[in-house]
């Protein structure tokens, strides 16, 4: 057969890496792959999908504190002064980062709040460990007991907190800035 105009080397590499890719997700196949929609996606773009899907599937679920070697181990925050924990918790925050763990939603907590937060809930939370470099954890510090009132309060847009209002019918508290403002590593949600 001639083509008009014959495919590109990397073109055919991108057409061997979708077979083998859906071939390796086929035994785990489910509606998800089905949301893969080849007509609306170059061929580039489905492979990376089908890459994180499958990273996704093979990814080991460890606590967060098992993600680093060694294991993170943080003092806890009795035996820590205030100046001594704000140097570890920044250390800390940094290191999450490196992990593409981010922070969302921390500056109604006092440094010590968000230490022991990161202490008791982030290090021990048993997470999938993605490897990808543009795949983030986004860990929200202002929803850890599934009540809104932080967010609404601190953090939700004027138009979040009337469609929020409208969707539950809910008591929407007075707006403030929050106490503890910081600047820490953002990502992409």
Not at 15 to 35: H, T, W, Y
Not at 82 to 103: A, M, N, P, Q, S
Not at 150 to 155: A, K, N
């Amino acid at each position: 057969m001639i083509y008009p105009h014959p495919p590109h080397s990397d073109d055919v590499d991108r057409l061997l890496l979708n077979a083998q890719l859906r071939d390796a997700l086929e035994p785990l196949f489910d509606e998800s792959i089905g949301r893969v929609n080849a007509q609306s996606m170059t061929t580039g773009d489905e492979n990376e999908f089908l890459l994180s899907m499958l990273e996704w599937e093979r990814a080991p679920i460890l606590p967060i504190c098992e993600w680093f070697d060694p294991k993170l181990d943080l003092p806890h925050p009795d035996d820590l002064g205030d100046e001594d924990l704000r140097r570890e918790l920044y250390t800390i925050i940094g290191r999450l980062f490196e992990k593409h763990i981010v922070l969302d939603f921390t500056d109604h907590l006092s440094d010590r709040q968000l230490y022991c937060l990161v202490f008791r809930d982030i290090l021990p939370a048993h997470e999938k460990m993605i490897q990808r470099r543009n795949n983030y954890l986004h860990w929200d510090c202002a929803n850890v007991d599934g009540d809104p009132e932080l967010w609404l309060r601190y953090y939700a847009t004027e138009e979040e907190r009337q469609a929020w209002a409208e969707e539950t019918d809910g008591y929407l508290p007075q707006v403030d800035d929050p106490p503890f403002s910081r600047d820490l590593p953002r990502a992409p949600l």
